[in-house]
């Protein structure tokens, strides 16, 4: 049976939208961890044969194929194509399924995975401001609005149905950012992400998490929306990030001298209620265990996207996972979530917490636009 390795991973620093990073073109932004991830590993940049990309706003310096223009821009070969994938926050974990899937059919040996989002650049909508300025229903057309009408859609609206669903507070959702930050502090501080970072522009450490955020500083923000429990405090950073990830065959492995780091297990997706549009994570998990075999009590790392904390408790509720190994080092509400990047962040991150601890299975699943989600299941070699 054909199997597929993580032989490397790497991720920049995630930068905040008024930091260090927030003038970085996004293509240099891209092809920074591509040329380290091939400076790690010590590939034959040629042998790659591709390079999927995820970017969730493919407009402005985003557009024109960034895969591709990330590529050349760090130098690489001219021979290696690129393809920019859309699969919302979830974009460059589908752009991991996708490599991994052209490795497991045989069609491929060698596949780079990554993500871009430069929201300091180009700004979370971007790629809906034509249709709402055409005077479209959103980016929604006449046989989505006859199936759910005109009501909002929105991730904040779903946050707030989903913590209303679940019954989670607003001092139940604040306790859990508070305890994201201080993870991530302690993370940082004690250099678990050193390993993985490839500094960038002067910047070597994550510049979202704030260690002295309170309980009291978050009650005093406005909600979202009047009456409800969601506020800023409880959701992801608008962040500037990227990341790459190689995999490739076992035959690759043995040809190019790389070393496995974790086997891809299981790969999962699922459709969900759009208009909750958060959930997916859930029927995802349980789609992945059953065709893993795996027990949730057997993984000892999970990576599930901070996008608003609700989507981790109710996760973590409903499957019956341990809040204690969901985000060991903090997520996206202290740490940042650039949009097509995250997921291969997160799975940069999974990989390097269960190396240093000395774990076996890690699991990894996220929210997506449009009521969708990935989960993916790694085993350390």
């Not at 909508?125 to 046989?143: C, I, L, N, Q, R």
């Not at 139940?172 to 500094?199: M, N, Q, T, V, W």
């Not at 891809?264 to 549009?277: E, N, Q």
């Not at 996760?315 to 903090?330: C, F, H, I, V, Y």
Request: hydrophobic residues 40%.
């Amino acid at each position: 049976m054909a199997e597929a390795y993580i032989v490397g991973a790497v991720r920049t620093p995630v930068g905040t939208k008024k930091g260090a990073l927030k003038d970085v073109h996004p293509a240099d932004l891209g092809a920074h961890v591509l040329k380290e991830l091939v400076d790690r590993t010590g590939v034959d940049p040629a042998a790659v044969e591709d390079v999927i990309m995820g970017c969730v706003m493919q407009v402005g310096p985003q557009s024109l194929d960034i895969a591709r223009t990330a590529w050349l821009s760090a130098g690489l070969p001219e021979s290696v194509p690129g393809v920019t994938i859309d699969r919302q926050c979830g974009s460059s974990q589908q752009a991991i399924h996708f490599a991994a899937q052209g490795v497991l059919s045989g069609t491929q040996d060698l596949v780079v995975a990554a993500g871009v989002e430069q929201m300091a650049i180009v700004p979370m909508g971007s790629s809906v401001a034509m249709a709402m300025e055409k005077g479209m229903p959103f980016p929604y057309g006449d046989g989505w609005v006859e199936r759910y009408g005109m009501q909002e859609v929105s991730q904040f609206r779903g946050a707030q149905l989903m913590a209303e669903k679940w019954g989670f507070s607003r001092t139940d959702l604040e306790g859990f950012a508070l305890e994201s930050h201080r993870r991530a502090a302690k993370a940082i501080e004690a250099g678990y992400f050193d390993r993985e970072i490839a500094p960038i522009a002067g910047l070597s450490r994550d510049e979202g998490p704030r260690p002295d955020t309170t309980m009291e500083k978050m009650a005093g923000l406005k909600p979202l929306r009047e009456g409800w429990d969601i506020t800023a405090a409880v959701a992801s950073q608008i962040s500037v990030g990227s990341s790459a990830l190689l995999i490739a065959s076992e035959e690759a492995v043995k040809r190019h001298n790389l070393t496995p780091r974790a086997r891809i297990h299981t790969l999962a997706l699922c459709g969900s209620d759009p208009v909750y549009m958060l959930t997916g994570p859930i029927p995802a998990t349980e789609k992945a265990l059953a065709k893993s075999g795996l027990k949730i009590d057997e993984f000892d790392a999970f990576e599930v996207n901070e996008a608003f904390a609700p989507v981790p408790m109710a996760w973590a509720k409903d499957t019956g996972a341990s809040l204690e190994k969901t985000n060991p080092n903090g997520g996206a509400i202290a740490l940042g979530h650039p949009l097509g990047a995250t997921g291969g962040i997160l799975m940069t991150k999974l990989l390097h917490e269960l190396e240093r601890t000395g774990g076996r299975y890690g699991l990894q699943t996220m929210c997506e636009g449009g009521g969708q989600a990935n989960a993916t299941i790694i085993e350390r070699v």
